[in-house]
């Protein structure tokens, strides 16, 4: 089994476990204010079509995506189709928000800081993030070096996550790094 795929998969099964979330990590100052650049999300007028992100298997043989240009990329998961998050086993939490794990992987060529913002682009709609089972973050830090995939993959850093939106639609994720800023759309279904 390829290392990448066994991390995303232990990535995975720890955001199903029932143990109370983890304190999110706390932005540094000086480290999360540098990466905190202004939003250039791509704005889309009603029913336009959502201009999704390129997409490749990662790995001959697997189902599994990178979506994105890079250094950094969101993993698709569940054999959903190219730069989309498939949202049809999730069910509303108390707050009204459905969830699915998006772990994302990091070139191994940065090996900095890495902050995720993103929101709804063809309508107004906000998007929430969790490190664990119950969060709502409105983004995610990850301090330079970290990386969640067991054993570690050759060419990518692996960052668990969970994204979670009240509907589906078009979403852009604002990647920032020290050294870069980059953009992923994909559509959410459900």
């Avoid at 989309?84 to 707050?95: L, Q, R």
């Avoid at 709804?120 to 089972?133: E, L, N, Q």
């Avoid at 990850?142 to 054993?151: I, N, R, S, T």
């Amino acid at each position: 089994m390829r290392p990448m795929l066994l991390a995303g998969l232990i990535g995975m099964v720890s955001l199903l476990s029932p143990a109370p979330p983890p304190a999110a990590p706390l932005l540094p100052p000086l480290v999360g204010e540098g990466l905190r650049r202004p939003l250039h999300l791509p704005k889309l007028k009603r029913g336009a079509r959502c201009p999704l992100s390129p997409s490749r298997i990662w790995a001959p043989g697997t189902q599994q995506r990178l979506n994105g240009r890079g250094p950094a990329f969101l993993v698709g998961v569940g054999h959903a189709d190219p730069a989309t998050i498939n949202m049809i086993f999730s069910y509303p939490d108390e707050k009204g928000w459905y969830g699915q794990k998006t772990p994302w992987a990091i070139s191994r060529d940065y090996e900095g800081p890495v902050l995720v913002r993103g929101a709804r682009i063809d309508r107004r709609g906000k998007v929430r993030f969790a490190y664990g089972y119950g969060q709502h973050l409105s983004e995610l830090f990850w301090e330079a070096g970290v990386d969640q995939g067991l054993p570690p993959d050759p060419s990518y850093r692996f960052l668990a996550s969970e994204t979670l939106v009240r509907s589906r639609g078009c979403y852009a994720f604002q990647v920032d790094g020290a050294s870069f800023s980059t953009v992923i759309v994909m559509r959410v279904r459900g």
